[in-house]
């Protein structure tokens, strides 16, 4: 692994998109993201397929593999002590605690800031966030954009692109998800790389566009559920005995 966040320990609690969104764009960055899930149901964002809420594509979960990329996953059941025990033991280890667990699910886990920092003060978290709509707003917003939508109306996109190709500023055409697919701008740039998740099944994800010494970030495949778990405990020190003991507990996957 390399990469500018390169020696980096992120420990994630988190579910769905919003926060392993995040997560996914560090371990782009060379973070090692160690994704913490439910040993048996792991993140609900895993059940979209089965359930027939999402199509897989080729075999592709796309709502995983997208917030999910170049992380390691790890089963613990956070409900059980022995669960609870061994992510405090990660996040002795740890950098950065990401979680977007409600308050409520958050004191019934212990995994509040003072609880984190209890074990480890040095550790910077994202907890629980929230984006306010603030009153604070242009004055005349809607009559600008009234204004500019009949000014930009008065020609089309491609008289558009050539009276503005040489502008100072950044500007560019609203675009649909298809349209971007093919944009030169994008392939050029390595925001659209191809991946391979095994048999040959090779698949498309959105990269981060930030860029280090203009390299595109080497993106990896989302982990199956729990595939990092003994790995990463026994790279904490736990015994093969040890490991054993917390399946049998249904503490661990």
């Known amino acids: 692994m390399s990469g500018v966040l390169h020696g980096v320990r992120v420990l994630e609690v988190a579910q769905w998109w919003f926060v392993p969104a995040a997560g996914a764009v560090l371990a782009d960055w060379g973070a090692d993201v160690i994704k913490i899930e439910h040993p048996t149901s792991g993140d609900p964002q ?57 308050p409520a699910a958050r004191r019934r886990l212990a995994i509040e800031v003072d609880d984190i920092r209890r074990v480890n003060p040095k550790i910077n978290l994202l907890a629980d966030p929230r984006f306010a709509d603030g009153p604070a707003r242009f004055a005349h917003r809607a009559e600008c954009v009234c204004e500019l939508d009949t000014i930009f109306a008065t020609r089309t996109l491609a008289e558009w692109r050539a009276a503005l190709a040489d502008a100072e500023g950044v500007w560019a055409p609203m675009q649909t998800v298809r349209e971007l697919a093919d944009d030169p701008q994008a392939v050029a740039n390595g925001y659209l790389p191809e991946m391979e998740r095994g048999h040959g099944t090779r698949f498309t994800l959105v990269a981060s566009p930030v860029q280090f010494d203009e390299t595109a970030p080497a993106l990896r495949p989302a982990p199956d ?3 990092d778990t003994e790995e990463v405990l026994l790279a904490l020190g736990l015994s093969w005995e040890e490991i054993a003991a917390a399946k049998e507990a249904g503490a661990v996957s």
């Open 46 to 102: 895993r059940g979209l397929v089965t359930s027939g809420l999402v199509p897989p594509t080729g075999g592709v979960n796309f709502m995983v593999e997208q917030p999910n990329r170049g992380k390691r996953s790890v089963g613990l059941d956070l409900g059980r002590p022995a669960g609870r025990d061994l992510l405090y033991r990660l996040v002795e280890t740890a950098d950065v605690f990401l979680t977007n667990f409600l």
């Open 225 to 227: 559920l729990g595939q």
